[in-house]
């Protein structure tokens, strides 16, 4: 079994995002642990994290092959817009809400309604489905993402809505598509996935906010997913058949390293001896992968969904609690916090086979909760919605820093590519078990925006004139640096030892990038 498959990658990009409270699946396991002890496990909707925590990991699944992306969406019926002209000021608008904010009244281009003489009839930038109108208002490419800014309205009003920790509305982009060009594999957004929307309400009716497509995430995806076609082809002059690369893809590597003499069985190694036995080599499709500097941008949305802020789930049946409790009380396993934290591993995992089996009864009990969007948790408004826009890239205030500083053992640094509003780090990881940290000018962690690469990190107000690029180890990082960063004493830890220093210590690669 090879140590990291394309999920586990996957998967693990996505984990990289610093969060300054983690809230990983054990800590929401430890939340829903108590509030069953307390018999308040359902009605406060514990479960449902662990379960939404789960779709999320499944819809990574799905969307590894998709560039990670934000949306927010909203628009003002005729007379708020003739009140506050939100089309072409969407990004004035909605400001600091978004996770790359700025100023960018400078970069962004009005999207305007044009006539093609080869069309039957105008090219169409607000339409109206079912109640809800998307209209396009702006449009920003430079070299690391592709913003278009929108405003959507509902004429009925918009329901009560979820917002996260920093008031922004809970929506989600259903079943979409954003393709660059007309190549159907260049697909930005995997149909049949979810993406959140990031931006505010300005009014009951009226939702402003910008789609953000990070370019570097893109390109990784299409060289990796055409290095696998690849891959698989050269796997089957081995001697093993495309169908069982299909069935049991796992199976099929693991007789690849024992024919090619892999010792250590990770998707590194295997990319590695493949490129030595004269198949494809990773890095040249890396090479050979860029975006356009002009293209066309087909954006299809059959679907808006928003989290309901106040959802009636069905609670947790009493039956299934009891015999939950029961099957604790029979292991010898307690139910308060004390007793869970003196826990051994082997008694972790006995509770945890034991809150799955309550939960996939309660699951088979009420499917509809399994679903989304679903009644008990979510409003959403059907379309589709179909846009077609034409994009120049504007390079202005970019600099790319060609770094081009990788070991024997691929770490590293390729470039670092600095935007107005990002900041843009290539390591060329192969297997995504390290973890890349930026600190500003003034040793601060900067921010991951509201999404994108792993390695695309927000400029927002922070001091970049230089920055320090540390690469760490994946579960080192996780379970211990940034604990150290993010604790609640940080500020005075800091004054013996300051995160910078830590990292200093203990990083596997440090760089300094100095922008004139």
């Not at 009605?43 to 819809?59: D, L, P």
């Not at 590194?268 to 050979?288: C, F, H, M, T, W």
């Not at 990881?429 to 921010?447: E, K, S, Y």
Request: hydrophobic share 35%; aromatic share 10%; net charge negative.
């Amino acid at each position: 079994m090879r140590e990291h498959t394309m999920l586990d990658r996957r998967i693990q990009e996505t984990m990289k995002k610093e969060f300054p409270m983690p809230e990983n699946v054990e800590e929401a396991r430890d939340a829903a642990f108590a509030k069953i002890r307390a018999g308040q496990a359902q009605k406060n909707g514990e479960g449902k994290r662990i379960r939404n925590g789960r779709a999320f990991f499944r819809t990574c699944g799905v969307l590894g092959t998709a560039a990670v992306l934000f949306l927010a969406v909203c628009i003002a019926d005729p007379a708020f817009a003739a009140q506050i002209p939100l089309v072409g000021r969407v990004f004035e608008a909605v400001g600091d809400s978004l996770g790359f904010s700025g100023d960018y009244s400078g970069y962004a281009r009005p999207i305007e309604e044009e006539e093609d003489p080869a069309a039957e009839e105008d090219i169409l930038y607000s339409q109206t489905k079912n109640g809800m109108t998307i209209t396009l208002s702006e449009v920003y490419y430079n070299d690391a993402a592709l913003y278009i800014s929108m405003t959507i309205a509902s004429k009925e009003g918009f329901p009560e809505t979820m917002t996260d920790q920093e008031g922004r509305p809970s929506l989600h982009l259903q079943e979409g598509t954003l393709r660059l060009g007309d190549d159907p594999q260049e697909c930005l957004l995997a149909s049949g996935g979810s993406e959140s929307l990031d931006g505010r309400f300005v009014d009951d009716h009226t939702f402003a906010g910008v789609i953000r497509c990070d370019i570097a995430a893109v390109e990784k995806t299409l060289a990796y997913g055409r290095y696998e076609e690849a891959r698989d082809q050269f796997i089957q002059t081995l001697g093993i058949t495309e169908q069982e690369i299909k069935e049991d893809p796992e199976a099929a590597y693991e007789r690849v390293c024992q024919i090619l003499h892999v010792q250590e069985m990770t998707d590194a190694a295997l990319n590695e001896a493949i490129a030595k036995a004269g198949g494809p080599d990773l890095s040249r499709y890396q090479e050979d992968i860029q975006a356009p500097d002009d293209l066309t941008v087909q954006l299809f949305i059959p679907m808006v969904v928003g989290y309901k802020a106040q959802p009636d789930t069905p609670e947790m049946p009493e039956d299934l609690r009891a015999a939950y409790e029961q099957a604790m009380k029979e292991n010898g396993l307690g139910l308060a916090d004390a007793d869970y934290a003196a826990f051994t591993d082997e008694q972790k995992e006995i509770e945890h086979r034991l809150f799955t089996e309550m939960w996939n009864g309660y699951a088979a009990r009420f499917p509809e909760t399994n679903e989304h969007p679903n009644r008990y948790e979510n409003w959403w408004v059907e379309g589709p919605w179909e846009f077609s826009v034409d994009v120049e890239k504007n390079s202005a205030d970019t600099v790319t820093k060609e770094i081009n500083d990788l070991d024997e053992n691929g770490l590293g640094l390729v470039s670092v590519t600095k935007t107005p509003f990002e900041i843009t780090v290539d390591d060329r990881d192969p297997d995504a078990d390290r973890f890349v940290v930026a600190l500003d000018a003034d040793g601060d962690i900067l921010p991951y925006g509201s999404s994108g690469d792993a390695n695309t990190f927000a400029i927002q107000d922070r001091d970049v004139s230089r920055i320090d690029i540390y690469i760490c180890d994946y579960i080192e990082y996780m379970d211990e640096l940034k604990v150290y960063y993010w604790s609640e004493d940080y500020e005075t830890k800091k004054k013996e030892k300051t995160f910078k220093q830590l990292l200093d210590e203990r990083a596997l690669y440090h760089r300094e990038i100095i922008f004139d």
